[in-house]
């Protein structure tokens, strides 16, 4: 296993994993206290898209199976967050509307996923590791904000009305 100084490199990854759970926490907290758009939907899919370019080095990539299972367990995960993400009309502007349940869930699937993390990581490379998590982030998050795309239109249908 890798090691820098006095910690490896899974150790970190763990901490960086849950520092950026926190802050999608903290985000998600505060943008329903603002206005949602169609482009503070579009962007996080489409910025995380350029990660892919990962897969141009070859260390990072994966055979289709793992690549497969990422995605199918992506999907499943982007489930809990489909269902806790709703619109409101607030003051003539869409809002997220804030839900308990979405913080539990969202630090359910962090736990979920370090714990899956720990059980991939004795069977690939690191690199690999990161790519097929990638790849499953990506997948739990493309689903949730086509979802929330889909929600943002029907209630701006409303707002138009």
Request: aromatic share 12%; glycine share 4%.
């Amino acid at each position: 296993m890798p090691q820098t100084g006095i910690f490896s490199l899974p150790l970190i990854s763990t901490i960086v994993a849950i520092a950026m759970a926190l802050l999608v926490l903290s985000i998600r907290m505060r943008a329903s206290n603002k206005p949602t758009s169609l482009r503070k939907i579009i962007i996080p899919p489409l910025g995380m898209s350029t990660g892919y370019l990962m897969f141009l080095a070859p260390q990072m990539r994966v055979p289709w199976s793992y690549a497969l299972i990422a995605i199918c367990v992506g999907l499943l995960f982007s489930y809990p967050l489909i269902w806790t993400s709703h619109m409101e009309i607030r003051a003539g502007e869409i809002y997220l509307r804030r839900s308990r349940s979405f913080i539990f869930i969202l630090l359910g699937l962090l736990v979920l996923r370090l714990a899956l993390h720990n059980v991939v990581e004795q069977y690939i490379s690191i690199e690999q590791t990161g790519a097929v998590f990638f790849i499953l982030a990506f997948f739990m998050i493309l689903p949730w904000r086509i979802a929330m795309l889909s929600r943002y239109r029907k209630v701006h249908q409303q707002l138009a009305v």
